[in-house]
């Protein structure tokens, strides 16, 4: 079946735009994980969404940065007034809940930030 | 605060070798490790989730051991093929889901 799709594939920005990143999750994951892959910092967590639940926003680097998740399926991760930091690779990922830490998580391949 | 490490950052051998790749974390309290795989410009890939109550995990040509009590994993790779060349990512689940990823191993297997 379809994995995780993101969309755009690219992205380059001025300093100072917003910019919008969307997710299309697997059919039927309840659960949806956005992750950042900079140079030099690794692979780390931004937020995470898990059916009807509050999301864990405790990896959002700012309040530049938001997401949310509509009707439990697609999600737009926004980034307000872009800095130069914020280049990177920013991967979406979608599990399904059927038991905690049992089942992996399926990345997308990832939509590439270039801010200039 | 998590944090794991991966050695050696990069690695060349060989087509044929067997290779071990090493994962350490800092807090022992996971519920599960896994191992990735990363090709250039591409998503992960999940090779082996190993549970915290498991100590291994097989899949073909890899196989991947836990010791919690250390902080430990190691990634071994038999009779390595140039296809297996990427970047390996070790990564452990904590009670909030997420994953706490280390930077990774490079590896590039020689024709």
């Not at chain 1, 100072?16 to 059919?27: A, F, M, N, Q, T």
């Not at chain 2, 890899?62 to 790779?77: C, E, F, Q």
């Amino acid at each position: 079946g379809a994995g995780v799709s993101q969309s755009p594939s690219n992205k380059v920005t001025e300093k100072g735009k917003d910019v919008e990143l969307r997710c299309d999750p697997i059919s039927g994951h309840t659960a949806l994980y956005w992750y950042r892959q900079s140079l030099g910092q690794g692979l780390e967590f931004l937020i995470y969404f898990q059916g009807n639940s509050a999301p864990d926003k405790s990896g959002l680097p700012s309040d530049r940065f938001s997401a949310e998740r509509t009707g439990g399926s697609v999600s737009t991760l926004t980034i307000q007034r872009t800095q130069q930091e914020d280049s990177a690779v920013y991967l979406c990922a979608s599990s399904p809940e059927v038991g905690l830490a049992k089942e992996t998580q399926y990345f997308g391949p990832g939509t590439r930030l270039l801010v200039l | 605060k998590q944090e794991v490490t991966q050695i050696p950052a990069a690695l060349s051998v060989p087509e044929g070798e067997n290779l071990v790749l090493n994962c350490s974390f800092t807090d022992s309290a996971i519920y599960n490790l896994q191992w990735f795989r990363q090709d250039p410009g591409k998503g992960l890939t999940s090779l082996l989730l190993i549970q915290s109550s498991q100590r291994e995990q097989t899949s073909g040509r890899l196989n991947a051991s836990l010791d919690k009590s250390s902080g430990r994993s190691t990634l071994y790779i038999a009779a390595s093929q140039p296809g297996d060349s990427a970047t390996y990512l070790c990564a452990v689940e904590t009670g909030r889901r997420a994953l706490t990823f280390g930077s990774g191993t490079r590896l590039q297997v020689q024709p």
